[in-house]
């Protein structure tokens, strides 16, 4: 039995979550949803002033950056994002920041990748 993966990328944790769901129902091996960013950390989860609050960076308050070396908070607000100015070159992945890793069964390799396709995800 040979097995085959796939990396698909969505809007949204419901989307992947939904499309998980119709694989694990084809007996998908293995199957996990998670977002990923850029930058590490869970964000800002509470609303602050940046004039009178004490907050560790531009990345911070620009980018919800959660940053655990000083060196690499200075390099965050150098990053165009940080100005929200930035207006980036548009990709099929932008926006898309929630990744589904699947490994399924190679006899029903082509129809998890329709069920990826039809649910909204890039692989």
């Known amino acids: ?3 085959k993966s796939i990396l698909a990328y969505f809007h949204s944790l ?14 998908a091996i293995d ?8 930058y590490p950390g869970d964000g800002v989860d509470h609303v602050m002033n940046p004039i009178t609050s004490d907050f560790p960076g531009l990345g911070y308050l620009t980018q ?5 070396s000083r060196d690499a908070a200075v390099l965050a607000a150098a990053d165009v ?7 980036g070159a548009e990709s099929d992945l932008t926006g ?7 490994v399924v069964d190679e006899s029903i390799y082509e129809q998890a ?3 990826v396709h039809e649910g909204g995800g890039i692989p």
């Open 14 to 27: 419901e989307e992947a979550e939904g499309v998980a769901s119709k694989l694990r129902a084809l007996r």
């Open 31 to 38: 199957v996990s949803v998670d977002r990923f960013g850029k």
């Open 113 to 115: 990748l329709r069920v």
């Open 81 to 87: 994002d940080a100005s929200g100015l930035a207006g």
């Open 1 to 3: 039995m040979a097995e």
């Open 64 to 68: 919800s950056a959660d940053f655990d």
């Open 96 to 102: 898309r920041d929630v990744v589904l890793a699947v």
